[in-house]
């Protein structure tokens, strides 16, 4: 066992299990934002296993990863907004810690990498997986002010 290996097993006990734990107890509101937050939980375990073991693949299962959770979410948000009209869900801590964590596994990993295809391959998840997180989340809570739902 690697130190890539520990940080994504440790990374994995303490965020999925969180994570897991808020989907599987509590009201709609926690079980819709820790259904959230588990792809930010998730996507960087896989990316230090990547590393760690030294499987290129498990890099494209976090790319697929960070694109489809937060469209998960989205649907969620969609099918769920009359039921979570009177209480919004308001997670916006665990999400800026979230995307804080997702960048500093991603910074780490571009370093140990070094500048080739892989490199870009990693900012590109990167992006996705912060971005989507945060637009994921904004959807819970409300989405922008003003503006009328389609």
Do not use: H
Not at 24 to 51: F, Y
């Amino acid at each position: 066992m690697n130190g890539w290996i520990l940080a994504a097993a440790v990374l994995l006990a303490a965020g999925a299990g969180a994570a897991l734990w808020g989907v599987a107890t509590g009201p709609l509101r926690r079980r819709v934002m820790a259904q959230n937050l588990i792809t930010s939980a998730v996507c960087p375990c896989l990316l230090l296993l990547s590393q760690g073991y030294g499987r290129p693949s498990y890099v494209d299962l976090a790319l697929l990863l960070a694109l489809l959770g937060p469209v998960g979410t989205l649907v969620f948000a969609r099918l769920l907004s009359d039921e979570l009209e009177g209480d919004r869900p308001r997670a916006w801590g665990p999400t800026w810690a979230a995307a804080a964590l997702g960048a500093v596994v991603v910074a780490v990993l571009c370093a140990a990498t070094g500048p080739s295809r892989a490199m870009v391959k990693l900012l590109v998840i990167g992006a996705l997986l912060i971005g989507g997180n945060l637009v994921a989340s904004r959807a819970l809570s409300g989405g922008v002010r003003g503006v009328r739902r389609g």
